[in-house]
């Protein structure tokens, strides 16, 4: 990789209790690239896409955001992270006693300090490009699954973060609404922001990911570029997870 | 004895002085016993180191003592420690601790429904535990707690009859001081009744119009 | 038993109690109204008497009941069903004293209570058996020296107590804390919450002679009778109590209980309000 990462781990470790749940990951996010985690449940995924916001904290191991170190043992430095880089959970994570916009302009307000006219107007904006301009005004529970999941990806994007983490943003959808979801998250793609997706949509990885990672055990096991990882998996495991998936047919909607 | 109604209307701007410092000593310690509440379930919430087993103890404590022995400790034992309140602010007091040790845990109960993913959501935008706590957690809780909340704020009013044993001029106090004096006791016990239940059904009132509104989120 | 010996036994007994009537009491002998139905068929008098009023009514330091007006109960109950045990003592306070009484608690009130108008229109009372007066307890080092010169300041007293109404009545614009027992009352003035405590004067008495930081102000006033409280409209069982009341007086029961209860150097106050006419005062 040619350019400066903009997230880059190194020797990262978490341990719950006797449970050792990374071990020793390096990652490089290059600018505006599109990173797809993939791996059994249980393999790490969802602990390490924390571990680059601090939601899940690592016991050891170093993280760099845009050429600055983040001081992994205090709260202060992660909550200042935390407005650089955005997340969007399974299951959206909608604040349910606040309107579609009040979800939107709550931290650009309160973090970034911008005026409500301001605010509300940027989130008109990136409603209208995910179609939901109409529903600004409603509340989470009127809104549809996926129509919600398209809320907290520009809620996310209204902190304009520079990476956006995403920890299985269709797994909680139902099957007709993801693919509206999965079109907004190619959109973001395209306009080069850079991503961190775990999924099970090989769709969408093989087509999207600038690079696809197999996690098993807390520990990546193979890595590479969509085209060669998934036609030519060099380790036994990783073959033995996609045959699985493949034979499911699962996930594979995009 | 025949029900004397002149009696009462004589009587009614004493029972309305009474009234008014019910309602004073009651509003003032309703507020002050959420905000303890409040207080009390972040930190118990947010597991803050020691305090929060203090708090717990606190709970417990003003859970398993009776309210009035409460009262008398703070009337009559804090002055002993150095601390003499007047009638007003030991009436006050007592009612503030005593129902906000029970607000704490009907807003903890209302927080435990606050789940993992809007904490982890909150943070994520960058929100401290602190802000998670006032603009998510607190707003939630107390819409799902406003009903026991509600319960404990109607106990409040009721309980603060107990502080005419300090001799705080409130309303139970008119009633019994005016008893003692003119043996009126049919008259005057049905009227505090009436007065107290007009009370309570206003508070009520007042709780069903804020919990619709902090309902409107939720009707679709 | 047989018909004669039943016969026999009753005339010896007559016999005997005519001869012991004779022997103890001589000319003085009293004999009492018939007692009431009312009151006879509990089996025992249901008595209200004060539990902080020493010397009159109270608790002693095993907690058991004391004082000359529960020694009055006592003897009421022993004249009335033949035992002292026969007896339910029930502390009553200033202000629910009347309702107890009046709510069938209890049966009759020898609690300190004075006679007025507002309460002879809800109780019967009987013959007065003693009298009291009022007085104020302060500070050592008070500025109060007599009664006016509370005007202004706030006086502890208890809830339907005779001062209260005194108060209320006479110097309605002293601020007045109304408590409702005599310790709560006495707690508060040495906490300061009041510059006065105005109580019964034998009452207060007790007090400042255990206590060298207080002080009896010494003016008089709001002298009333004390008598014993009945139902209205229970004449026979009045007219017993008051045929009690005389008999106690007439065998010198007073003075002796008063000896019993009263420590010697506070004694002829009390000797002169049971057995001395009223004083008069403001």
Not at chain 3, 93 to 103: K, S
Not at chain 3, 207 to 214: E, G
Request: glycine share 8%; net charge positive.
């Amino acid at each position: 990789m040619s350019a400066q990462p903009l997230i880059s781990l190194r020797g990262i470790g978490k341990r719950f209790g006797a449970h050792q749940a990374l071990r020793d990951i390096d990652l490089d996010v290059a600018p505006g690239s599109v990173l797809v985690l993939i791996g059994p449940s249980g393999s790490g995924k969802s602990t390490l896409i924390r571990c680059i916001n601090g939601l899940v904290r690592p016991d050891e191991g170093s993280l760099t955001v845009a050429g600055k170190a983040v001081d992994i043992h205090k709260e202060s430095a992660w909550q200042a992270l935390r407005t650089e880089i955005g997340m969007v959970f399974q299951d959206y994570a909608l604040f349910p006693h606040l309107s579609v916009l009040r979800n939107m302009t709550l931290t650009p307000q309160r973090r970034r300090k911008l005026p409500r006219a301001q605010a509300e107007e940027q989130a008109r904006a990136l409603l209208a490009k995910v179609g939901l301009a109409h529903k600004a005004e409603d509340y989470p529970s009127a809104l549809s699954g996926g129509q919600q999941q398209r809320v907290a990806i520009v809620r996310a994007l209204a902190m304009q973060p520079k990476a956006i983490l995403f920890d299985e943003p269709t797994s909680a959808l139902d099957p007709e609404t993801i693919t509206g979801v999965l079109d907004v998250m190619r959109d973001l793609a395209r306009e080069g922001t850079t991503m961190v997706v775990v999924t099970h949509e090989m769709g969408f990885a093989r087509e999207v990911a600038d690079r696809v990672v197999f996690m098993a055990d807390g520990q990546i096991v193979e890595q590479g570029p969509p085209g060669t990882f998934f036609a030519a998996p060099q380790h036994e495991r990783t073959r033995a997870f996609l045959s699985n998936i493949r034979s499911f047919g699962a996930a594979d909607h995009a | 004895m025949e029900f004397d109604l002149a009696y009462l209307a004589n009587q009614w701007p004493a029972l309305m002085r009474g009234l008014w410092l019910t309602i004073q000593v009651s509003a003032l310690s309703i507020v002050m016993s959420v905000t303890v509440g409040l207080c009390g379930a972040a930190i118990r919430v947010l597991q803050v180191p020691v305090v929060d087993k203090i708090v717990v103890g606190y709970v417990e404590f003003i859970r398993n003592t009776p309210l009035l022995a409460q009262l008398f400790f703070i009337f009559y034992g804090l002055p002993g420690l150095g601390l003499k309140l007047s009638l007003f602010w030991s009436g006050v007091l007592s009612l503030t601790l005593w129902a906000g040790a029970y607000q704490i845990e009907n807003i903890r109960g209302g927080l435990e429904t606050v789940g993992k993913g809007l904490r982890e959501a909150a943070f994520s935008l960058g929100l401290s535990p602190w802000r998670f706590f006032r603009l998510i957690a607190a707003p939630m809780a107390v819409r799902v707690g406003l009903p026991s909340m509600l319960n404990t704020s109607i106990s409040l009013l009721k309980n603060s009859s107990y502080l005419q044993a300090i001799g705080l001029a409130e309303l139970t106090f008119v009633a019994i001081d005016r008893i003692s004096m003119d043996f009126r006791t049919v008259e005057m016990f049905a009227a505090i009744c009436v007065i107290y239940l007009a009370l309570v059904l206003t508070l009520s009132f007042f709780a069903s119009r804020l919990e619709y509104r902090l309902n409107t989120p939720f009707r679709t | 038993m047989t018909h004669l010996h039943a016969t026999r036994l009753g005339a010896l007994s007559t016999l005997a109690t005519a001869a012991l009537m004779t022997a103890i009491s001589g000319a003085q002998a009293q004999s009492l109204p018939p007692l009431p139905d009312s009151i006879k068929s509990a089996g025992l008098l249901k008595a209200g008497v004060r539990c902080d009023q020493p010397p009159y009514g109270y608790k002693d330091e095993t907690g058991k009941f004391a004082g000359v007006e529960t020694d009055m109960a006592i003897q009421i109950a022993t004249w009335a069903f033949g035992s002292a045990d026969k007896i339910e003592l029930t502390c009553v306070t200033a202000e629910n004293r009347i309702p107890q009484l009046n709510g069938k608690k209890v049966d009759l009130l020898i609690a300190t209570l004075g006679v007025t108008p507002e309460r002879a229109r809800v109780v019967d009372f009987s013959k007065p058996y003693r009298w009291g007066g009022s007085d104020m307890l302060v500070a050592k080092d008070s500025p109060i020296k007599k009664l006016d010169d509370v005007a202004g300041k706030t006086v502890i007293m208890l809830k339907g107590s005779t001062q209260a109404k005194w108060f209320e009545d006479t110097m309605p614009k002293v601020e007045s804390l109304r408590l409702n027992t005599a310790s709560d009352a006495l707690q508060s003035l040495k906490q300061g919450r009041g510059d006065a405590y105005t109580h019964d004067a034998a009452t207060l008495i007790v007090i400042a002679a255990k206590d060298p930081s207080l002080r009896l102000v010494g003016e008089s006033f709001a002298v009333s009778d004390a008598a014993v409280g009945v139902r209205k409209n229970e004449a026979a069982w009045l007219a017993y109590v008051d045929a009690a009341l005389d008999r106690m007086k007439a065998e010198g029961l007073y003075a002796k209980w008063v000896d019993k209860w009263v420590p010697a150097d506070i004694r002829p106050f009390y000797t002169d309000a049971f057995t001395k006419p009223k004083p008069t005062a403001r």
